[in-house]
């Protein structure tokens, strides 16, 4: 008897090690922060016509970058309001390690680095997501 529970709790062990471990390595992969930096235009830009090549090239730039941050898993919403006036805005939501992470990506955003936009970020908790359980 004494071997047959010593059996079963060297199986259980080893059984419950991988999903111990499991466990953890998707603890430590997850981000645990959520950000959020707001974009705004610099006046001189509301108005398209006053848009040049390179500025339309380094919002090419910020576009891509968005892309791999959400291949990445760091980038959860990114998107603008429809109105180029001094009321609109772009949203960036991050879900990364903590807030200087998220500052660095704010801050190297080619948008932000060139100028043509301002950034100000704030720590973020989404609360209701379509497609979460």
Known sequence: MRVLLTCFAAMATILAVPA???????????????????????????EPTNWTDEENAIVGDHFRRLQALLAEGKLILAGRTANTDEKGLGLVIL????EAEARRLMEEDPVVVSGIMTAELFPYRAALLRGSD
């Open 20 to 46: 111990v471990r499991v466990a953890q390595d998707a603890a430590e992969s997850q981000p645990s922060e959520q950000y959020v930096y707001v974009l705004k235009l610099i006046p001189r830009l509301y």
């Open 95 to 98: 879900e990364v390690e903590n």
